[in-house]
Nanobody, 124 residues
């Protein structure tokens, strides 16, 4: 069983930054994947970034160069640092966890557990 809690969302002006957190309550897995997804108003949810247990990372073109990962392994918390935010980044952001597989696949169906989401609004 894995529980995920996202936090760190909020309202920010264009060009600003936010750091989202994905806190995981889980046992230790040798292999796993964590994905970040977002759903903008009126749009389908899309995968934007992923990290594996071995530290491999992937960022979608829409966020590459602006978003980065960091981790606090002791707290089992993954952070998504979001810089140079744009109005198009406005969305609900979700983290998702895939057990026993280390893969950068961002298909929603392969993720076993999901958080409740955190709202990000980028507006002047």
């Amino acid at each position: 069983q894995v529980q995920l809690v996202e936090s760190g969302g909020g309202s920010v002006q264009p060009g600003g930054s936010l750091r989202l957190a994905c806190e995981q309550s889980r046992r230790t897995y040798l292999y796993y994947s964590i994905g970040w997804f977002r759903q903008a108003p009126g749009k389908e949810r899309e995968g934007i970034a992923a990290i594996t247990s071995s530290g491999q990372t992937f960022f979608a073109d829409s966020v590459k160069g602006r978003f980065t990962f960091s981790q606090d392994n002791a707290k089992k918390t993954l952070y998504l640092q979001m810089n140079s935010l744009k109005p198009d980044d406005t969305a609900i952001y979700y983290c998702a966890f895939r057990t026993n597989v280390a893969s950068l696949n961002l298909q929603e169906s392969v993720y076993n557990y999901w958080g409740q989401g955190t709202q990000v609004i980028v507006s002047s």
